[in-house]
C-alpha cells in the first residue's frame, strides 16, 4: 500500500440507487469520518467521501465521489478504509491503535509465553485479543484493565491475567 496506513473502518453496504455507502468506524468516534478527506481502499484507491453523516447507530452514511448507482456501490460492499498513520492523533497513556498491538508476544504473569496476538476483535461489547500458538488460535483475552497487566512495546509483549483467558 505504500506508506504505512490503518484500518479505520469498512464499507459495510450500500444505501437507496443513487450510490450512497454505510460505512461502520473501528475509530473511537465517526466523527473521525467527517474530519478526514484522504481515505484509501486496500489497493491504494483513494476515496473521497461527498456529505457524510452519522446515523442513530453511529454509522457513516455518505456517498463515495465517483460512486453513482447501487450497483457501484454494491463494488465497495466489505472493503476496508485506512488512513495514512501519520493523519492519527497521538495517544494518551494507555491507548494503543490495534494495529500496533497485532504480533506483540502474549506471555503470564511469570513471563511464560503463551502465544502472539493475531487479531483484535471487536463485536460491541469491548475489544478481544486473539492469541495464536504456531499459526492456530488458542485462546481469546479480553482487552481490559483486570485482563491485561502490562502492554511492554520494548520487551514486545502483553502482560496478561491467565484467569481471563477464554479458551
Do not use: W
Not at 465517483?66 to 457501484?72: A, C, K, L, Q
Not at 497513556?93 to 513471563?111: C, M, P, Q, R
Not at 504456531?134 to 502492554?151: L, W
Request: aromatic fraction near 8%.
Amino acid at each position: 500500500m505504500g506508506a504505512r496506513r490503518v484500518c479505520v473502518g469498512i464499507v459495510a453496504k450500500p444505501l437507496g440507487i443513487k450510490g450512497q455507502v454505510k460505512l461502520h468506524s473501528y475509530t473511537a468516534s465517526p466523527d473521525f469520518f467527517l474530519q478526514h478527506a484522504r481515505l484509501f481502499l486496500k489497493d491504494g484507491t483513494e476515496i473521497v467521501l461527498k456529505y457524510p453523516r452519522i446515523d442513530r447507530s453511529g454509522d457513516v452514511i455518505t456517498c463515495v465521489e465517483g460512486i453513482n448507482n447501487r450497483t457501484d456501490a454494491d463494488g465497495l460492499r466489505l472493503q476496508e478504509v485506512f488512513v495514512a498513520r501519520e493523519e492519527l492523533p497521538q495517544l494518551g497513556d494507555g491507548e494503543y491503535y490495534h494495529e500496533d498491538l497485532i504480533g506483540l508476544n502474549v506471555v503470564d504473569d511469570k513471563h511464560k509465553r503463551l502465544g502472539q496476538i493475531s487479531a483484535i476483535q471487536d463485536y460491541g461489547a469491548g475489544a478481544f485479543l486473539e492469541i495464536d500458538s504456531t499459526g492456530i488460535k488458542i485462546a481469546t483475552i479480553p482487552f481490559n484493565r483486570e485482563a491485561i497487566i502490562a502492554v511492554d512495546f520494548q520487551a514486545c509483549e502483553v502482560v496478561i491475567n491467565k484467569r481471563f483467558l477464554l479458551l
